[in-house]
């Protein structure tokens, strides 16, 4: 069981759509994460989030958009996505952001572009 | 970012103790050692993490070598639930924390 929720679980959009990952925790954690995976590799962080603000963007591209509305909910906005954006999605929650706190996991969204 | 070095793969019987090697050669006096694992389709899950001691908990024991170079995650008896991939990460406070992550190791567990 995961207490980090993603949805959605499988996504499939063109290159010009707009999608939205959603992602929700209720342990009260103040620090989330945005990764991508791809086959066979270790997740590679994009975004996070302390205490509902913006720490870290590791030079992601802008058609990635990250937005925590509260302590509990995270979300990635999707815009003009490029084939090679194709990967699974995974958001982490920790209680705070320090290099000692673990990071629980949701199973992430797995998303293609056609 | 100082790294971690993993073996690709390693095989194990079931019931039988497993031993992963972790070597960080170049890791500094403020990064912790993590360990997670990732089950087929599910995302990554906490297994232990540890400073300098060596380090227990119900899912494993983490032992920590004296110059802090190299680590082994034991896992006591191997069921085979545990077949996953097993990633050896450093977190440093000095780089915004983030967790740097090795290529991970490939358990197989044989009945």
């Known amino acids: 069981d995961t207490e980090v929720t993603q949805t959605p679980k499988h996504l499939v959009m063109g290159m010009t759509n707009k999608k939205s990952l959603k992602c929700e925790q209720h342990m009260g954690h103040r620090a ?25 963007n590791e ?27 194709s990967a699974l999605y995974l958001c982490a929650s920790s209680l705070v952001r320090d290099a000692s706190q673990p990071q629980h996991f949701g199973d992430g969204t797995r998303l293609s572009i056609l | 970012d100082a790294k971690t070095t993993q073996p690709n793969s390693m095989e194990s019987n079931e019931e039988e103790p497993v031993h992963l090697p972790c070597n960080h050669s170049t890791i500094s006096g403020t990064d912790y050692i993590h360990w997670y694992r990732q089950l087929p389709s599910q995302g990554p899950e906490y297994v232990i993490h540890g400073l300098t ?5 119900r899912m494993a024991s983490l032992a920590i070598a004296e110059d802090r170079k190299s680590s082994t995650l034991i896992l006591h008896r191997a069921t085979l639930r545990d077949a996953a991939v097993y990633y050896c990460i450093l977190s440093s406070a000095g780089n915004n924390r983030k967790l740097i992550w090795g290529l991970g190791t490939s358990l197989a567990v044989n009945p």
Request: charged share 20%.
């Open chain 1, 59 to 85: 030079s992601v591209p802008s058609r990635f958009s990250p937005e925590c509305p509260n302590s509990s909910l995270l979300n990635l906005h999707l815009h003009a996505l490029q084939p090679e954006d």
């Open chain 1, 32 to 56: 989330m994460y945005w990764y991508k995976q791809k086959a066979k590799k270790p997740p590679e962080l994009m975004f996070v989030y302390s205490y509902e603000k913006l720490s870290i």
């Open chain 2, 53 to 57: 001691s060596n380090v227990n908990n």
